[in-house]
Each structure stands twice: as C-alpha cells, then as structure tokens.
C-alpha cells in the first residue's frame, strides 16, 4: 500500500546531465527534499555520456536548483546525495557491472534494502536496451523493489510501442513500469476525478442527458526551439494528442471507479478507450484536422515559420496544430463530441477544459427572442488552476455571472509540480497517475488511423495558420458544422 512516509532507496537517472533532469528532476527532487519526504536512507546515481565524476555532477545539481527556496547550506546537504557513473549505453562492452558496483555500494552505505527506482530520461531508442542490460547485468537482481521510469514518447506509433513494451516486459513486470505523462501530474488533471465524483450536482449530469459538448484545449506560444529533428517525427498528434490529451479524454469520460484504487482506475480508462468509435481510414477529414504554424508576431516581435526553424525541411508535412472530434460508442456519451486542440506558436499559453451543457426550455422564460447563455463548466488547468461555472442569473441586469475558484500565484508557489509529484509517486509505488500499457495501446491505435491518413495525403496548404493567431479556420469549421464554436481560452469576468 503506496504511504506519504519518507522514501528511501536508489535512484539511478539515466541522462541526469541532459536537459529533463535539469529542468524538472533535481529541482524536483530538492523540493521533495525540503519537504522531508527523502529519508535519510536515499541516494542517487546520475548517468551521463560524458565524462564527468561526482564533483562536477554536484556542482551541476546546485546550478539547477538556483532558483529554488533555500539557504546554500540545505543545498550543500542535498546535493551530497548524488553520485555520478559515465556510461555509454550505445557500446555493447559499457561498464554496467560498475555501476552495480557502485550501487551495491552506495545500498550498503546508506542500507537502501535492495530499493531500486530506474529512471530513463534518455532518447527513446535506448529505453529498450537499457532495460535489458539493467537485468543481464544483475542490477534487477535485488531483495528491495526494482521499478522503471520510462520517458515519453513511448513509441512512434502501435506497433513500435508494443516491441518496445514486450522489450520491457523481459526485465519488468507492467507493475514495475511507470510510464511518465507529466499531465497526470499536474493539479488540477489530478483535480478531474475529484470534480466529477465527489460534487452532488455535476455526476447526475454528466451524460448525454445534459452535456451538449466537451472541449479540450491546449495551447502553446512557443515553437518547435531546438527540438526540430524530434518533432519532424512526431509532430502534434503524437507529441500532445496521443498521450496528454487522451488522458485527459479519459479522465472526463471514464465511470466512477468501483473504488479509488490504481487497478480500478486504470481499468475504467481502458473501458472508455475502448469505446472510443473508431474512425475509418477514409473519415479522418470529418473527425481531424492539421495546421502547420507559418511567420507572424507574437509579442511584438516577428517569428519565423515552422519551415524556417532548425533541423526541419523546407516542405515539411508535420503538423503543428491538430483539432478533432471524438465520440465514444456508449450509454453515457453517445451523441455527445469531445472537441480537442492542441497546437504550437498560438495566441496564449493555456490548458482548459469546457463542459457545455445543453439549453434549458426556452419557453419556460417567455421571452424565445432572447438567447440563454449557455451552463458552462470550466477547469483551468494552467497557467491558472482552478474552476469557472457560468451560470444565468440576474445580476443587475446582465448575465451570465460566473463563480469562479482560481488558486493565486501564491497558492501555486506551495503547489508540487508535476514532476515533484510523479517522482514521488514512483518511490512509494503509486502507479495511478503513470500510464498503463492498455492505455498507450489502445491510444496509439486510435491515432494511428490518423496519422497514417495524414502521411498518405501530405497537406496541400501548409502553412495554414499565422504565428500568433489560434489555429486554422478548418478548426473553427469542425465544431460550426455541428453548431457549435470553440469557447475562449481566456475567459473574461463579466
Ligand atoms: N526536455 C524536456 O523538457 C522533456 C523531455 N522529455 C523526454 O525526456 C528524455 C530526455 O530528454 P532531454 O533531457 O531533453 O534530452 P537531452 O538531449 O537534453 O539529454 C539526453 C541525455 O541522455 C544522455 N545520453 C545520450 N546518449 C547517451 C548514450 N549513448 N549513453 C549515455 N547517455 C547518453 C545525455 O548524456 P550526455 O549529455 O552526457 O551525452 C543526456 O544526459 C527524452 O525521452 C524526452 O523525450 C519529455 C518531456 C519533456
Ligand atoms: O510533452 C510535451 O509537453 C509540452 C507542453 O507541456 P506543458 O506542461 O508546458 O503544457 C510540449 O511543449 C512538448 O512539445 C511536449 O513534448
């Protein structure tokens, strides 16, 4: 049974010299650290290409918790946890059998019982080989647990998942493996269960009876930045659909569980994939569409267009926006679409869920001329966290008023990030908020039809939507067909 205790055990990061466990690892651990929720039988081993030893990696960690709460003596102490092993794990002959040693030793010297917690911030093309040398070289052959952190993305598409997934199915077991979607571990994601079951008057409503639409929006102003040679890859579908925005899909549509335990979690957002209609090879129009950003002004200042950027082609066919219709073939949610869109070089930076639900009688008001706003439900994801109904009411003449419940900048500073969450989650053995390998599956699956449709017909028009603005029109198209729009990111008080 997963505890709040202290954690204890070793923690080996593969790629602690790259940019993930700069930016979000050890600043990450340093807060779990202050928290107290490192015991004092805790160590770490980072792993990286280059030649570095032990000092140098400290003096790394420290530069990366900069900016973090804290004297420099906390730091000094924190950062005394932390070992360094140079391993190349593209050679065959790499020093594995050291860093056993090592971890024997540091198991010893901080009696870590065997506790192991693998954690692959690596290129994904050695998450595979990695766990296969971590169990031929004896690393898995401990009397504590062994679990294994994998990074995103997992897979390119179904079939590459799956090789990779019985690839590490050889080594560990799917209890032992954590699939990161740093989405689960954000606040108010996490929120969503919450919500939905423990609030009387939103579970009877929702359902088909009284939702006309749900719509998922995430947004990003940045561009591609340096990470064009993965995103000409990937792009939108694979980068923010498949993964992040599924889940949240999930989530919002999933029964209650029959108890809030990690296995009937999981096995209510395995149901409602599966009812997720599939879309035929030749319908992927009428459900999806793709945008491509080109040149605009964000900020006052010009960008350049996806083309432009480092280390994509000049007639590049990835997509930088996507915007489609799901459906789910089931009681609760037939009829009723879950819009979704997610795109790069947009208006804000925002992540959001609306629930609309569907008019009331008109004629109960007398007055057919007018037009009801309609109930919206809206959960803040970020940049501020929290919830918005919008409701009828007089208020002086006008309506819709809304209730809002935002967390302040001061309450989000005493927030654990995702990743402080995630981390955590993976010492005590909690694997609720990691993805299952059903889950990825059957995601994967759905995404595929689209992504193949998409490499079959490269777009004619790319690129179809300027920096700065928020997508193509055919995104505005896809819900007007249905009589719908798309509700601003940005949510003015009336
Ligand atoms: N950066 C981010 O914000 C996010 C990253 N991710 C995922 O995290 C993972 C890591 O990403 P990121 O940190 O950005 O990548 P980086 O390129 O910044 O870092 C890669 C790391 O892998 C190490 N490495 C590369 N090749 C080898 C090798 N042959 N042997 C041993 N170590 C090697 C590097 O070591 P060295 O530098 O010493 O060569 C470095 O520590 C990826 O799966 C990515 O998709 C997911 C979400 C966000
Ligand atoms: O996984 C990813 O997510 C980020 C967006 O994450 P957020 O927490 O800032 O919303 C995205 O920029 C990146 O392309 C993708 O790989």
């Known amino acids: 049974m997963p505890t709040f205790t202290k954690q204890s055990g070793l923690l080996m990061i593969f790629g602690a010299t790259g940019d993930l466990a ?55 102490e924190f950062i005394k946890l932390f070992y360094y092993h140079s391993l190349d794990v593209s050679q065959k002959e790499s020093s594995y059998h050291e860093l056993r040693e090592l971890a024997d030793t540091l198991d010893s010297q901080y009696d870590l019982k ?17 766990a296969t040398r971590l169990k031929e070289d004896g690393l ?48 108010m994601v996490q929120n969503i269960e919450v919500i939905r079951f423990a609030n009387a008057f939103f579970e009877p409503l929702w359902n088909n009876h009284y939702i006309a639409n749900i719509q998922i929006t995430s947004t990003e102003t940045l561009g591609v930045e ?29 029964e209650p569980p029959i108890k809030l335990s990690t ?15 599939p879309i035929k090879d030749d319908e992927v129009d009428n459900y999806f569409v793709r945008g491509q950003y080109g040149a605009g002004e964000m900020n006052g200042e010009l960008v350049p267009s996806y083309r432009e950027e480092n280390m994509v ?32 070089r947009l208006g804000e930076k925002s992540t959001q869920i609306v629930v609309q639900f569907k008019d009331v009688p008109m004629n109960l008001f007398y007055r057919t001329e007018e037009k ?27 309506t819709p008023v809304q209730l809002s419940f935002l967390t302040s900048k001061y309450d989000r500073f005493n927030t654990p990030e995702a990743y402080e969450r995630l981390l955590f989650d993976a010492m005590r053995g909690d694997a609720t908020n990691f993805s299952h390998w059903d889950e990825v599956a059957l995601s994967w ?19 179809n939507y300027p920096s700065g603005s928020m997508g193509p029109v055919t995104a505005d198209e896809l819900l007007a067909k249905d009589g719908f729009h798309w509700w601003p990111v940005i949510q003015e008080e009336k």
């Open 263 to 277: 296995d009937e979690i999981r096995s209510e957002k395995v149901k409602v994939l599966r009812a997720l209609k």
């Open 22 to 76: 700069q930016r979000k690892l050890f600043p990450s651990l340093y807060r779990l650290y202050k928290k107290g929720r490192l015991s004092e039988n805790f160590a770490c081993i980072g792993i990286g290409r280059r030649e570095w030893d032990t000092e140098r990696l400290k003096q790394h960690i420290f530069e990366s918790i900069a900016n973090e709460q804290g004297n420099t003596e906390e730091k000094q």
């Open 445 to 463: 699956k759905y995404t595929d039809v689209i992504s193949r449709a998409w490499e079959r017909e490269p777009a004619a028009n790319f690129p």
């Open 114 to 130: 065997g506790n192991r917690l693998f954690y692959l911030a690596m290129a994904p093309e050695y998450f595979g080989s990695i």
């Open 372 to 398: 009801l706003n309609p109930n919206l439900l809206v959960i803040n994801i970020q940049p501020e966290e929290g919830i918005t109904l919008h409701l009828n009411a007089k208020k002086g003449g006008k």
């Open 140 to 187: 898995t052959e401990t009397p504590g647990y062994k679990r294994l952190v994998i990074e995103k993305p997992f897979g390119h598409d179904f079939e590459s998942a799956r090789q990779l997934n019985d690839q590490l199915r050889k080594s560990f077991s799917e209890d032992e493996i954590y699939r990161i979607d740093h989405y689960l571990g954000k606040e």
């Open 313 to 344: 082609a000049d007639d590049s066919n990835t997509e930088t926006f996507v915007a489609g219709k799901l459906l789910f073939d089931n009681f609760r949610w037939a009829g009723v679409p879950f819009y979704i869109r997610t795109g790069k």
């Open 226 to 254: 340096d990470r064009g040679r993965y995103y000409e890859n990937s792009g939108a579908l694979r980068d923010m659909v498949q993964n992040h925005i599924m889940q949240i899909v999930s989530l919002l549509a999933m």
